[in-house]
């Protein structure tokens, strides 16, 4: 599995540095790209590039780099876009939730049920990380100013509740 994951990392990087040579060599090359390739979409299709090329070599788990880059680059963009930059302090708190989602995926295409549960969990970790710190900054005011207190309260049962039933 390992071999994999290298090999596919070293066809990735082939693959990204071709692309710059072709850019410096061939100017047609270069107009083409940078309506696709402009910052920080590029960032997304990195990440599709290492889930395709993960996907072809039949590793798997490369999954889980991509989804993290791509991610990251969804984040970037939506800041961009935004001009909110300051929304970092909360945002950071997917990139979790961009690993729990790769995990998911590498669970799905080897059939690993193992990895769809910790992908799960890791998602749903990430997810209530961002509610509980979107709050803290003020930015999460579709629940009012309870927001905040309700959102801890309905985690905490829900932990109180898994720790029971686990112990049957």
Do not use: C
């Not at 100017?27 to 920080?40: D, H, K, N």
């Not at 963009?77 to 990139?95: A, P």
């Not at 749903?124 to 509610?131: D, E, H, K, P, V």
């Amino acid at each position: 599995m390992r071999n994999r994951s290298q090999l596919a990392l070293g066809i990735v990087l082939i693959l990204l540095g071709g692309h710059f040579i072709a850019q410096l060599q061939f100017p047609q090359w270069r107009e083409l790209t940078s309506l696709y390739m402009v910052y920080p979409l590029n960032i997304v299709a990195i990440g599709a590039l290492i889930f395709l090329v993960g996907l072809v070599v039949g590793a798997t788990s490369m999954s889980i780099p991509a989804a993290i880059v791509a991610g990251i680059g969804g984040i970037l963009y939506y800041q961009k876009m935004s001009g909110d930059y300051s929304s970092w302090m909360f945002l950071w708190t997917l990139i979790p939730g961009f690993a729990g989602i790769g995990e998911m995926l590498s669970g799905l295409l080897s059939r690993n049920s193992f990895k769809l549960r910790a992908g799960a969990n890791s998602l749903l970790a990430s997810g209530i990380l961002f509610l509980i710190f979107a709050s803290i900054f003020g930015r999460m005011t579709i629940l009012g100013p309870y927001g905040l207190p309700a959102i801890l309260i309905v985690i905490g049962v829900w932990i109180v509740v898994r720790g029971l039933w686990k112990r049957k």
